[in-house]
């Protein structure tokens, strides 16, 4: 099992910065993949960290990296 730094270190942001790509060219929209990363989060802040608040930051970086991305991708897209 991988440990948990590096799970939220360098596995994380770089699944939601995909995410924010791929969740954009499937949906068409800026949202849908964020809310997914937001959802994800929360779940491995409960499920692998056992609820420690100092994953909380966390809770508001992933969904940023993957709205980023999705609207840098919307852009890309656009024009």
Known sequence: MLNAMFLILIVFPITSALLGVI?????????????????????????????????????????LISLITSTATWYTVKS
């Open 23 to 63: 969740g954009f060219l499937i949906a068409k929209k800026i949202w849908i993949a964020p809310l997914l990363v937001l959802i994800l989060t929360i779940l491995f802040l409960y499920v692998m960290a056992n609820g420690d608040s100092s994953f909380f930051i966390w809770i508001g970086i992933f969904p």
